[in-house]
Each structure stands twice: as structure tokens, then as C-alpha cells.
């Protein structure tokens, strides 16, 4: 019985973990830079990991402001962010995401690589404070991509 109490709330965790991440996503899709912000702690990070054109692997940071601002620009097309193979983990109030995703621009594939999310449990929910990916435009699950097609939050 202890068993069954303990794990409601783990996977009531997980599920709020994802629907942070979803409405990060929906924000983006949205090109609602308010709905993105609401769930991005105030010193929120976003990394990428990848070869520069030195060829020399490293994390290279966008800062989190003009992330947040480029969401909200005038896009012609949603940019969209369609994620799969969601992994949650939740030790108290850390909580880690990862999945894999593809970036569109409207339905025009534009890369693919693997999220990782870090969070933390705030009074207002749970926020992102940090963000990993990986790019690329090889190997890319393209039929999971069209499949996660207008995935929305949880």
C-alpha cells in the first residue's frame, strides 16, 4: 500500500514535468514568447552540443532572452518542435526530461538530435532552468517526428 501511495505522486510528477516541456513547445509553436517564459526559470540556460566550424566539439550557449525573444518575432511559418521517446526522472524537486525531437519550420524538416531538460520544482510549478541538445541533419527518425505531429501538453 505504502508502494502504491508513494508512486501517484512520482508519476503526477512526471506527467507536470512533460507539460512543462510541452508548453515550452507550444509557446514556441504559438510564437507566444509569454506562454514560452512562464515556464523558463529567470536564469534559464540553453545549450547546444555540437562541432563549431573548427570541427572542435563544445557547448555553445543562446543566451535564454533572445531565445525567448526570437519565439516571439513574427515567424510565417510555426516553428515547431516535435518530441519523442520522453525519459522523466524526478528526485525531489530535481527533475530531468530527455527526448528525442525534430525542429520544422512550418512542415519543412530542419534538424533533429536528442533534449535534455533540467527543472526544478518553484511554488509556481516546475521551471526550466536548463536546456542540452544535440543537432543534426542525419539519422534523424523522421517517421516518429510525423508521428509526434502536434503532440500537445499531457
Known sequence: MAQAKKAAPAVADAKAV???VVRLFDGMRAGDSTMARSVLAANARLLSVGAGKDGIVMPRETPINKFVEMIGQNHPQALDERIWNVKVN????????????????????????????QLYRSPQGWKIFV???TRRKE????????????????
Open 131 to 133: 536546456i542540452s541538445d
Open 18 to 20: 512533460e507539460a512543462a
Open 139 to 154: 539519422g534523424c527518425d523522421l517517421k516518429a517526428a510525423q508521428a509526434a505531429k502536434g503532440k500537445t501538453t499531457p
Open 90 to 117: 524526478v528526485d525531489g524537486d530535481l527533475a530531468t526530461l530527455w527526448c528525442d525531437y525534430a525542429f520544422y519550420v512550418g512542415d519543412t524538416f530542419s534538424h533533429c538530435g536528442a533534449d535534455a531538460f
